[in-house]
């Protein structure tokens, strides 16, 4: 498939991306609808949880540094896990695994209110407990991020994933709401309950969804080669690799808002009502944004929205930090979290549309992991550094070195490629074996004669084909060129077996089939490439 040039960050706006269509248009499917509220009910107990832990820990401890963990905590398992947890969302029947990771959610909020309400709370179990609800979470996003794509034609693809957006901030209203409620009414072990309750509810809705799992004849992949693929897949794409640096560097900086604001509330002398309030004006924010982005999408390039959302998102950021009171922190918790909407949705349009189905988990993993990589990062940072000076220093650093950072980012890499074409393509029909190899690699020659004039043009275009192969799940590839025959250039390529040959065949993309085409123009006989298999033996 043709490559997009290096420094590439975000793609091009397509004509889908322009069309005037309704920020609501994707709820028009059942199926989308029925997920998308499932989804809602998730991200409320995720944010719940998160209140209930952070605002348990300040209990348990005063050291900015122990509160600022509880961040990474609920992060860092994403981080760890979001490869392999991508990567079996992409060979095992979604829906199964969508309903196992509510279930598992729901079993760590009973631990977690059951050792409350036992008095044995500690600040390192509190931690261990938030990681353990964290492993849900890095189960639970890269097959709900590979699924929407089916749900929705690819319109509404953009309105799809503000719809998510919208989700999660409402839920940033709705959880930390109900969970200061609940905290101030009862005690944090009936946020626990409340979430138990609502992730085997979403668990049961999950199994009314009747999605055909279509195995593939070629078996399941074996999980370590699957996630071998994934990052090579992500390696030898130039856009996907922009991407994920621009959205680590986004969410590194921007985490520092999220991970001290509870120490930013009792700072402004309030408690947990202050604390809620805050939360709850980054999520109106958002929401209020979902209602103007389509119209932004129409009239900015992506790096325009990407850039203005994180110029935005670190101005709020330096405004909370010098705020004297919740009147001037409100608003600008509110202006954070548009700015929050737009770059995440922005950076998460451009990596779904550079992915194949056949790796999308994978993929969206990948960039989930950046992201909360990211996070758990600067959660741990930044709290340190709040640590050693103060609260507001830290803020405002982190304010500053973001947007010097991503604006350097956007400059060094413009956009300057054409939208990739993954739609899958049948048009290579895989070959036949009277004897298929049980083992060994597979190895590929394809031979081509091309006029010696015309090689540099020719390598510049079998370089794409390098990265075409490997993204398919190639091992290795090579070209050759014979010494007693300067027109006479060997494609080599490398397969881990027969099978994992066999599977490069499904994955092959209109972009693809453009590619062979651009590469059989340089060929001069009028009889196709001489290509010959071979299995490595010893």
């Known amino acids: 498939?043709?490559?997009?040039?290096?420094?590439?960050?975000?793609?091009?706006?397509?004509?889908?991306?322009?069309?005037?269509?309704?920020?609501?248009?994707?709820?028009?499917?059942?199926?989308?609808?029925?997920?998308?509220?499932?989804?809602?009910?998730?991200?409320?107990?995720?944010?719940?949880?998160?209140?209930?832990?952070?605002?348990?820990?300040?209990?348990l401890t005063t050291s900015p540094i122990w509160v600022a963990l509880v961040q990474s905590a609920s992060t860092l398992p994403v981080f760890l896990l979001g490869l392999p947890s991508g990567a079996l969302a992409d060979i095992l029947d979604r829906r199964r695994y969508f309903i196992i990771t509510q279930f598992w959610v729901a079993a760590v909020a009973v631990m977690l209110c059951i050792t409350i309400v036992m008095g044995g709370m500690t600040a390192p179990l509190l931690l261990a407990l938030t990681f353990?609800?964290?492993?849900?979470?890095?189960?639970?996003?890269?097959?709900?991020?590979?699924?929407?794509?089916?749900?929705?034609?690819?319109?509404?693809?953009?309105?799809?994933?503000?719809?998510?957006?919208?989700?999660?901030?409402?839920?940033?209203?709705?959880?930390?709401?109900?969970?200061g409620a609940l905290i101030a009414g009862a005690g944090s072990e009936y946020v626990f309950v409340?979430?138990?309750?609502?992730?085997?509810?979403?668990?049961?809705?999950?199994?009314?969804?009747?999605?055909?799992?279509?195995p593939s004849p070629l078996g399941r992949e074996r999980l370590i080669s699957a996630m071998r693929v994934g990052v090579q897949f992500v390696r030898q794409s130039a856009r996907l690799r922009a991407v994920?640096?621009?959205?680590?560097?986004?969410?590194?900086?921007?985490?520092?808002?999220?991970?001290?604001?509870?120490?930013?509330?009792?700072?402004?002398?309030?408690?947990?009502?202050?604390?809620?309030?805050?939360?709850?004006?980054?999520?109106?924010?958002a929401i209020a944004l979902v209602f103007v982005l389509p119209r932004l999408r129409q009239r900015l390039s992506?790096?325009?929205?990407?850039?203005?959302?994180?110029?935005?998102?670190?101005?709020?950021?330096?405004?909370?930090?010098?705020?004297?009171?919740?009147?001037?922190?409100?608003?600008?918790?509110?202006l954070a979290g548009a700015a929050w909407l737009t770059t995440a949705n922005t950076l998460s349009v451009s990596a779904q549309v550079a992915l194949p189905d056949w790796v999308r988990a994978r993929g969206m993993s990948i960039f989930q992991m950046a992201i909360m990589g990211a996070s758990a990062a600067g959660a741990a940072v930044w709290g340190q550094v709040a640590t050693v000076s103060s609260v507001p220093t830290?803020?405002?650093?982190?304010?500053?070195?973001?947007?010097?950072?991503?604006?350097?980012?956007?400059?060094?890499?413009?956009?300057?490629?054409?939208?990739?074409?993954?739609?899958?393509?049948?048009?290579?029909?895989?070959?036949?074996?009277?004897?298929?190899?049980?083992?060994?690699h597979v190895r590929v020659t394809i031979e081509y004669q091309i006029d010696p004039a015309k090689a540099a043009e020719f390598r510049a275009v079998m370089q794409e084909s390098r990265r075409s192969r490997l993204r398919q799940?190639?091992?290795?590839?090579?070209?050759?060129?014979?010494?007693?025959?300067?027109?006479?250039?060997?494609?080599?390529?490398?397969?881990?077996?027969?099978?994992?040959?066999?599977?490069?065949?499904?994955?092959?993309?209109?972009?693809?089939?453009?590619?062979?085409?651009?590469?059989?123009?340089?060929?001069?006989?009028?009889?196709?490439?001489?290509?010959?298999?071979?299995?490595?033996?010893?």
């Open 194 to 214: 409340l979430n138990a309750v609502l992730s085997l509810v979403s668990g049961f809705v999950i199994m009314r969804w009747r999605r055909e799992h279509v």
């Open 1 to 59: 498939m043709p490559e997009p040039s290096p420094g590439d960050n975000t793609l091009p706006a397509s004509p889908s991306d322009k069309a005037p269509l309704s920020a609501w248009a994707p709820l028009s499917s059942p199926v989308f609808r029925m997920l998308w509220f499932t989804w809602l009910a998730a991200n409320i107990c995720m944010w719940m949880n998160d209140v209930a832990a952070a605002w348990l820990m300040t209990s």
């Open 244 to 285: 994920l640096l621009r959205v680590a560097l986004f969410f590194f900086h921007s985490t520092a808002l999220l991970a001290l604001l509870p120490l930013v509330a009792r700072g402004l002398g309030g408690g947990a009502g202050t604390f809620t309030l805050l939360l709850a004006s980054m999520g109106g924010g």
């Open 302 to 334: 992506r790096d325009a929205l990407v850039l203005g959302g994180v110029l935005l998102q670190s101005g709020a950021t330096a405004l909370v930090a010098l705020a004297p009171n919740i009147y001037v922190a409100s608003p600008a918790m509110a």
């Open 132 to 179: 353990a609800n964290g492993v849900g979470l890095a189960m639970r996003w890269p097959v709900f991020a590979a699924i929407v794509p089916e749900l929705v034609p690819r319109p509404q693809l953009p309105a799809a994933l503000a719809l998510n957006g919208l989700a999660m901030n409402a839920s940033r209203i709705i959880g930390p709401l109900v969970a």
């Open 394 to 440: 830290a803020m405002l650093i982190a304010a500053l070195t973001g947007a010097v950072a991503n604006f350097a980012t956007q400059w060094f890499f413009k956009d300057r490629s054409i939208e990739e074409d993954m739609t899958p393509s049948h048009e290579f029909k895989a070959p036949s074996a009277a004897a298929p190899p049980l083992s060994g």
């Open 473 to 538: 799940g190639a091992l290795a590839w090579e070209l050759l060129r014979d010494i007693s025959d300067p027109g006479r250039y060997i494609e080599q390529i490398t397969d881990e077996s027969w099978t994992e040959h066999l599977r490069r065949f499904d994955r092959v993309t209109t972009g693809d089939v453009a590619l062979r085409d651009r590469k059989l123009a340089f060929h001069l006989p009028e009889t196709p490439p001489v290509i010959s298999r071979s299995v490595v033996e010893g």
